[in-house]
């Protein structure tokens, strides 16, 4: 087996979004992050352990907070889709 990376296999790391956050803000960790994002500090750990993805409004409060574009922080993430596809269910209604 190979060890190389297609484009469909890109890495999500939301480590290297948060210490870029920390930077950018010049802040000492990640409750300082969660303070100035106004989430609650288990939001920052739960993200940084994988265990919560980053959400549209949360990836919308760090655009406001830092000036970076939301393109620039989901390559920090490692997001790197050109489109978001919506699944069919989503729009069908619920049958009785």
Do not use: C, W
């Amino acid at each position: 087996m190979t060890t190389e990376k297609t484009s469909d296999q890109i890495q999500y790391d939301p480590d290297n979004l948060l210490g870029s956050l920390i930077g950018k803000l010049n802040l000492k960790n990640d409750a300082a992050l969660s303070r100035a994002l106004e989430v609650a500090p288990p939001v920052i750990s739960k993200i940084r352990h994988r265990r919560l993805p980053v959400g549209a409004s949360l990836l919308i409060r760090m655009h406001e907070v830092t000036d970076l574009s939301i393109k620039d922080l989901r390559l920090l993430m490692g997001d790197r889709r050109n489109k978001f596809r919506i699944s069919d269910k989503q729009f069908k209604p619920r049958e009785a």
